[in-house]
């Protein structure tokens, strides 16, 4: 199995930034896409941004139209680790923030796919 750990959440000012950070921990075989989402109260979950490893490189593939020029999704393949660097952060940020993983893990004898969430951390930005 795959667990996910999200950190960085806090109350910040608007015009404030945050780094979140993520990490993927189990008998992790790869990683293929990792993102960010986030819910706010009485809102459906929503894509932050997405980024994917391939190629001995990483690619951000997809940034929510708010967060764009805004927020920066980067990763570090060693550590399973994927990061948001939120910028200018506005109050309509505010909402619980998620970390997805998708790859493959070791089971026994077998290779087997996860698609894993992590339990969220916090983001208020108050105005």
């Known amino acids: 199995q795959v667990q996910l750990v999200e950190s960085g959440g806090d109350l910040v000012q608007a015009g404030g930034s945050l780094r979140l950070s993520c990490a993927a921990s189990?008998?992790?075989?790869?990683?293929?896409?990792m993102g960010w989402y986030r819910q706010a109260p009485g809102k459906q979950r929503e894509l932050v941004a997405t980024?994917?490893?391939?190629?001995?490189?990483?690619?951000?593939?997809s940034y929510a139209d708010s967060v764009k020029g805004r927020f920066t999704i980067s990763r570090d393949n060693a550590k399973n680790t994927v990061y948001l660097q939120m910028n200018s952060l506005k109050p309509e940020d505010t909402a619980v923030y998620y970390c997805?993983?998708?790859?493959?893990?070791?089971?026994?004898?077998?290779?087997?796919?996860?698609?894993?969430w992590g339990q969220g951390t916090q983001v208020t930005v108050s105005s």
């Open positions: 997805n993983a998708q790859g493959t893990y070791y089971d026994v004898s077998y290779f087997r796919n996860f698609d894993s």
């Open positions: 189990g008998t992790i075989s790869s990683i293929g896409r």
């Open positions: 980024i994917t490893s391939g190629g001995g490189r990483n690619y951000a593939d």
